[in-house]
Structure formats: structure tokens, C-alpha cells
């Protein structure tokens, strides 16, 4: 079973930029999909953008355009890089693996804070 560990949150001003990486603890070669999601205060989590082990990428209309995913199957390791960060972008981030269906037990996910 795959353990994934996510890292890089801080509290940033708005407009800045941060990079999350989520760290598995074996290879992902055999990872088809793996995403981001993020739970805001008082809302549910939600899938903010995927992968897949080809590149495809898939984001939330929210985030287009200001944040990129991206894998090394090297590494073992899942980006995210932000941009233009806005204090709506503030909360809890979560990797997985699968999209829809996330199959890895959760993480305690990273905090971030964007200050207005």
C-alpha cells in the first residue's frame, strides 16, 4: 500500500506563489491517475486538479491558468506549483491517487494561507 506526504504549505500574502509536493513512499510508475485536493474552512474537500501517469493534466475552473500539476516518476513525487494566489485559495491540501475514486487512506494534507 502506497503512503503518500504532503508538504510545502505556509502562509503567503495574495498574489504570491507557493509549490506543494506530495512524497510516496514507493514507486508511482503504476499510479494512473494522481491529484490534489484542497478543503477550504468549513467546506468539503474537493478535486482541484489530476494527472495522469501520460501527463494529462485536468484542473477545476478556480484554478486554471494559476496552478500547474505535475509528477516526477523518478522521484516518486507530485507538484503543485501556485500562482496568483488568492486568499480564496486558503485551506488544507491533499494528495491522492485515482481522481474520483481517491484510494490511498488520506494524509494529513499541508496548510496553506493566503493573506489578503
Known amino acids: 500500500q502506497v503512503q503518500l506526504v504532503e508538504s510545502g504549505g505556509a502562509l503567503v500574502q495574495a498574489g504570491g506563489s507557493l509549490r506543494l509536493l506530495c512524497a510516496a513512499s514507493?514507486?508511482?510508475?503504476?499510479?494512473?491517475?494522481m491529484a490534489w485536493y484542497r478543503q477550504g474552512p468549513g467546506k468539503q474537500r474537493e478535486l482541484i486538479a489530476s494527472i495522469t501517469i501520460g501527463g494529462r493534466t485536468n484542473y477545476v475552473d478556480s484554478v486554471k491558468g494559476r496552478f500547474t500539476i505535475s509528477r516526477d516518476n523518478v522521484k516518486n513525487t507530485m507538484y503543485l506549483q501556485m500562482g496568483s494566489l488568492r486568499p480564496e485559495d486558503s485551506g488544507v491540501y491533499f494528495c491522492?491517487?485515482?481522481?474520483?475514486?481517491?484510494?490511498?487512506?488520506w494524509g494529513q494534507g499541508t496548510q496553506v494561507t493566503i493573506s489578503s
Open positions: 491522492n491517487a485515482g481522481e474520483n475514486s481517491p484510494w490511498v487512506p
Open positions: 514507493r514507486t508511482i510508475n503504476d499510479i494512473g491517475t
